[in-house]
């Protein structure tokens, strides 16, 4: 297993300020303050006046809310300082070998807890509101209780499809990038987008989230693979880095390296492409003769932390 180290490069300007937007620390606080509103307050007064049911809608409702909190912590933290734990050179499902990117695998256990939460707290809702309803004599409300019932139940039919299906018929979340294209598996659907069809590649700030856009050329489509073997075109590839545990910046620079030199695609056939990424190191090589003016990122020395003294901005060399 190759050994992780802390790398940073340059921040892009598209991306803005280099913090978590204000709706991550806004939805953070109003889920907290929920989760413990509702513990404290809500279902420990049910429990205190004897009715348990609808204390312990109360104390699922509370973990729903502080589990959505806890998802949101990881979007407090902008740059990554290691390299992605699912990242490995091998052999895709066409044969070819290059550099794969897993989402991170810490996804999968906080998304099952969040789910299987929902379903319990709509599940509780399903039975009070049909209690509710037996007992109500206003036709009106005992018409809203039952209604209640079923859309809690159809809350949690979806609920358990989408758990099922996250075990059962979940297609894989990575990036690919081989000697001859990219390719973006996400869930449904595969895109893939070879080098010489590449227009740009570039930083995009879409819905308060970092992403790197990779553009077809034009009249270039992307061909677009559905989990039904479905295809269609699309004009460009949203990679999203957060999903991937990457440095967005590292990201960027590795996209824009290797299709800027295809003289060095070579190394994405081996561990050579990790170790460049290790070091941050996307420069102009200088055995090549390339106009370098169309991407002044690329040559820009890469900036390590190596202290607590601060940043040393010396060019990295090998160890």
């Known amino acids: ?31 907290t303050i929920c989760g413990v509103g509702l513990i404290v307050l809500y279902a420990n007064t049910h429990f205190q006046q004897g009715r348990a049911l609808q204390g312990m809608f109360g104390v699922v409702t509370g973990l729903s809310a502080l589990m959505v909190a806890v998802g949101l912590v ?36 906080l998304m099952v807890t969040c789910l299987s ?8 809702r399903a039975i009070l509101s049909a209690l509710n309803a037996s007992s109500a004599s206003d036709p009106v409300m005992s018409g809203l209780n039952v209604l209640g019932v079923v859309i809690s139940i159809f809350v949690v039919a979806a609920v358990t499809y989408t758990l099922a299906y996250m075990f059962f018929g979940r297609r894989p979340y990575f ?18 987008l070879h080098w010489d069809e590449i227009d740009k590649i570039e930083p995009v700030l879409y819905a308060n989230t970092h992403m790197v856009r990779v ?6 489509g992307i061909d677009v693979t559905t989990y039904d073997d479905r295809h269609r075109l699309t004009s460009a590839i949203d990679v999203i880095p957060v999903r991937l545990d990457i440095d967005p910046p590292l990201l960027l620079a590795l996209l824009r ?30 055995t090549l003769r390339r106009d370098n003016s169309q991407d002044k990122s690329s040559d820009q020395s890469p900036r390590r932390f190596r202290s607590a003294r601060g940043l040393d901005t010396s060019a990295v060399t090998d160890s």
């Not at 939460?117 to 509780?124: Q, R």
């Open 1 to 31: 297993m190759t050994e992780r180290k802390r790398t940073r490069l340059e921040w892009p300007r598209a991306w803005g300020a280099e913090r978590p937007p204000l709706i991550v620390f806004v939805a953070l606080a109003f889920f």
């Open 257 to 286: 390296f290797y299709s800027r030199y295809p003289e060095l695609r070579n190394e994405l056939t081996s561990d050579a492409v990790v170790d460049r990424m290790r070091r941050a190191d996307f420069r102009t090589p200088k």
């Open 215 to 220: 553009t077809s050329a034009r009249r270039v």
């Open 175 to 192: 990036l690919a990038i081989t000697e001859t294209k990219v390719v973006h598996a996400a869930g449904k659907s595969t895109s893939a």
């Open 74 to 109: 990881p979007a407090l933290r902008v740059r990554r300082e290691k390299l992605p734990s699912r990242i490995r050179v091998t052999t895709l499902s066409d044969g070819s070998v290059g550099l794969r990117i897993g989402v991170r695998p810490q996804w999968k256990p």
């Open 117 to 124: 939460l929902f379903a319990g707290m709509f599940l509780l």
